[in-house]
């Protein structure tokens, strides 16, 4: 599975930005994803994750309520749509499938990453 982030970019506190993850050939149709974030001197974390069909997913503590994690099973694409955006959101994002179809929390069980797009969130 190959995957491509997009969306990123500079955005001021309180907007709103979309990221999108592609799947080459729809590999990930059938895969659960992720979206992971790592800010400079910081472990990677989890986002928000998502099983195969969307019937599942769930959030950091961080961004529940602010983001959401969506699947287009057609294509294997994921999204995030991520609101209320705060100056602490500000670090790479990136998207990941998982060998499994069910929605999946640890990083080690994701194996194909896209490269990362970065979130800027001024105050």
């Known amino acids: 599975v190959q995957l491509q982030a997009s969306g990123g970019g500079l955005v001021q506190a309180g907007g709103s930005l979309r990221l999108s993850c592609t799947s080459s050939r729809r590999t990930a149709s059938n895969n659960g994803m992720g979206w992971f974030r790592q800010a400079p001197g910081k472990e990677r974390e989890l986002v928000a994750a998502?099983?195969?069909?969307?019937?599942?997913?769930k959030y950091s503590d961080s961004v529940t309520g602010r983001f959401t994690i969506s699947k287009d099973r057609s294509t294997g694409s994921a999204y995030l749509q991520m609101t209320s955006l705060k100056p602490e959101d500000t670090a790479v994002y990136y998207c990941?499938?998982?060998?499994?179809?069910?929605?999946?929390?640890?990083?080690?069980?994701?194996?194909?990453w896209g490269q990362g797009t970065q979130v800027t969130v001024s105050s």
């Open positions: 998502i099983n195969w069909n969307g019937g599942s997913t």
């Open positions: 990941a499938a998982a060998r499994s179809s069910s929605l999946v929390t640890q990083r080690s069980l994701y194996n194909a």
